[in-house]
């Protein structure tokens, strides 16, 4: 059974660059089929895709957030990366990291990571 | 303003049926699988539906999805106090080089 888990600071300060990993266990981050993302929600509110790849590599980018967005895999430790540039009050929100396996939806979930962002 | 239009709240008492819709374009639902997420309070969300109308196992035969058109719907059936959660539709949307989209969630209440 797959699990994933977030890992990141909780708190950045308005303009700096937040980094966030997900470490996969339980599987190969690059086994095929396999897709892989990114989704946040704001404190209070609804969930909304950032971004992700799958198994051949192509990435996905939210358009809204596309030009700030970099999402990345390091194979050998089995994580995922996010990083999001030029943070603001806006951005605070609780992190997720999702996969599933073909299209048959996101079925593995984190816990989830509160990220706030304030001076 | 999410791209998936989903009504904001819904409510029934137990043991009835409630149905929360989604609707979208033909380049999100219109060419692509519906799936719906259902999420309590301070957890992280859980596939429900997957391709319009599969169910993840485990998960309950009151829940069903069906899709027409630009349209999905999600249908709770012989509904039970734990249903109340926010239930959330997403799918891929094949615009701007593709990427996915989610409905705003609707908030069930269970009288």
């Known amino acids: 059974q797959l699990q994933l888990q977030e890992s990141g600071p909780g708190l950045v300060k308005p303009s700096e660059t937040l980094s966030l990993i997900c470490s996969v266990s339980?599987?190969?981050?690059?086994?095929?089929?396999?897709?892989w993302g990114w989704i946040r929600q704001p404190p209070g509110k609804g969930l909304e895709w950032i971004g992700g790849f799958d198994h051949t590599g192509t990435t996905y980018y939210n358009p809204s957030l596309k030009s700030r967005v970099t999402i990345s895999v390091d194979t050998s430790k089995n994580q995922l990366s996010l990083k999001l540039n030029s943070m603001s009050a806006a951005d605070t929100a609780i992190y997720y990291c999702a996969g599933q396996m073909g299209s048959s939806g996101l079925s593995y979930w984190g816990l989830g990571a509160l990220v706030i962002v304030s001076s | 303003q999410s791209v998936l239009t989903q009504p904001p709240s819904a409510s029934e008492t137990p043991g009835q049926r409630v149905t929360i819709s989604c609707s979208g374009s033909s380049s999100n639902i219109g060419s692509n699988f519906v799936y719906w997420y259902q999420q309590f309070p301070g957890t992280a969300p859980k596939l429900l539906i997957y391709r319009n109308t599969q169910r993840p196992s485990g998960v309950p035969d009151r829940f069903s999805g069906s899709k027409s058109g630009t349209s999905a719907s999600l249908a709770i059936s012989g509904l039970r106090s734990e249903d109340e959660a926010d239930y959330y539709c997403a799918a891929w949307d094949d615009s701007l080089s593709g990427h996915w989209v989610f409905g705003g969630g609707t908030k069930l209440t269970v009288l």
């Open positions: 339980g599987g190969s981050i690059s086994s095929n089929s396999y897709y």
